[in-house]
């Protein structure tokens, strides 16, 4: 067998299991295409479908690597009030603390900078600040549905929300649960304890 094109694939279903496919043909990779138990290759992003791993592909609220943005934001107490900046949606405290604790910050997801002014009267240890606290990020358009699937079996639970702050919470609870795996779905949790797809 060429290695550089066949590779034996098994893979956790996200459900305690295992599925195994026998030998996929690279880039195939076993359930990659969304199947489980058939070899299939992961869905490419920016052609503007949603495809099995992606959240979303194109939509305003799609980030470049396919997934949904999340928004995040580092609060400081100034003396004029407070002053924040936007940072990365992290999962894990440690990196939370890492990014804005370890400066005397204070971490909220789901929350972003406010666009205005720069901030008047920084700490001395933090650039970029904008003035005033972390507000709400605008809402979609519309909402979008979310599925979280439990890596501890055939549970699930789902949201339906135009709030971003909604979604990065959703998010962020659904990763933290199921870490290190982020196994969000666009749709709806179904009867049998599994996410539906459905973009």
């Given amino acids: 067998m060429d290695a550089s094109k066949s590779i034996w694939s098994s ?29 299939g290759a992961p869905g490419v992003c920016g052609n503007g479908i949603v495809e ?18 999340r928004y995040a934001c580092c609060q400081f107490a100034t003396g004029s009030g407070g002053c924040s900046k936007d940072v990365p949606a992290f999962t894990l405290f440690a990196n939370q603390y890492g990014v804005c604790g370890t400066y005397g910050g204070t971490f909220e997801m789901g929350l972003t900078a406010p666009a205005g002014s720069a901030c008047t009267d920084p700490p001395s240890n933090v650039s970029g600040l904008m003035e005033g606290a972390c507000v709400e990020p605008p809402p979609l358009a519309a909402p979008i549905n979310l599925c979280c699937q439990s890596r501890l079996g055939p549970v ?22 199921n870490y290190p795996d982020i196994p969000i779905v666009r749709g709806t949790c179904g009867g049998d304890g599994l996410c539906v797809f459905a973009p």
Avoid: K, R
Wanted: hydrophobic share 25%.
């Fill in 11 to 39: 893979q956790a279903n996200g459900c305690g299991g295992t599925l195994d496919c026998g030998t996929c043909t690279l880039p195939q990779t076993c359930g990659g295409g969304g199947t489980p138990n058939v070899c």
């Fill in 52 to 69: 099995y791993p992606e959240w979303c592909d194109g939509e305003s609220f799609c980030a470049s690597n396919c997934t949904i943005v």
């Fill in 156 to 177: 699930c639970g789902d949201v339906s929300t135009a709030s971003n702050s909604a979604i990065t919470q959703f998010i962020w609870s659904c990763a933290y649960s």
